[in-house]
T-cell receptor, first 111, second 115 residues
């Protein structure tokens, strides 16, 4: 089955700096890669996703890149703000929707 | 947008009792629902995939006789934790498959504490 590795486990950044989280996956058939933000005690919130036919996608301060050959994808958050502090999960999926999550990254943005 | 609800949002039960958690898709029909478990400071682990009108598919290591899943309609799936023990205490989250095969919509989760 699919295995997703995520690094780093914790990330501390100064407000205004950029944050980068990286994930690798094992199943070359995976074709959907969402990123979720989860605050304590709440549901995961989809922040951006990318499909395998696209190499990069951007939404305001958030971008995701995908390298299918190397089987890795990354989340980039620019101009970080304190409200970006949360746990971020990457995931990989085959088209029928079964998600395999990474271990998560605790992001702390300090003012 | 697609809305998924869960009930209850939290529950405390005694060891040995059973607890039922409901997951509803409020404004769309979900042929597939997923059940996840999340322990503190850990990731979401898929427990089972639930398809309307058929038996659930459980992930390796998940006891199907302990975690009973029923998906009797296109808007409701239930997870029953039978003979709960303290190690079953966790955050249980459901998600529902959307119109696109890629989309999933998460419920708000149910915090289960077994004493």
């Amino acid at each position: 089955g699919e295995n997703v590795e995520q690094h780093p486990s914790t990330l501390s950044v100064q407000e205004g700096d950029s944050a980068v989280i990286k994930c690798t996956y094992s199943d070359s058939a995976s074709n959907y890669f969402p990123w979720y933000k989860q605050e304590l005690g709440k549901r995961p919130q989809l922040i951006i996703d990318i499909r395998s036919n696209v190499g990069e996608k951007k939404d305001q301060r958030i971008a995701v890149t995908l390298n299918k050959t190397a089987k890795h994808f990354s989340l980039h958050i620019t101009e970080t703000q304190p409200e970006d502090s949360a746990v971020y999960f990457c995931a990989a999926s085959l088209s029928w929707g079964k998600l395999q999550f990474g271990a998560g990254t605790q992001v702390v943005v300090t003012p | 947008g697609a809305v998924v609800s869960q009930h209850p949002s939290w529950v405390i039960c005694k060891s040995g009792t059973s607890v039922k958690i409901e997951c509803r898709s409020l404004d769309f029909q979900a042929t597939t629902m997923f059940w996840y478990r999340q322990f503190p400071k850990q990731s979401l682990m898929l427990m089972a995939t639930s398809n309307e009108g058929s038996k659930a598919t459980y992930e390796q290591g998940v006891e199907k006789d302990k975690f009973l899943i029923n998906h009797a309609s296109l808007t409701l799936s239930t997870l029953t934790v039978t003979s709960a023990h303290p190690e079953d205490s966790s955050f249980y989250i459901c998600s529902a498959g959307g119109r696109s095969s890629y989309e999933q919509y998460f419920g708000p989760g149910t915090r289960l504490t077994v004493t």
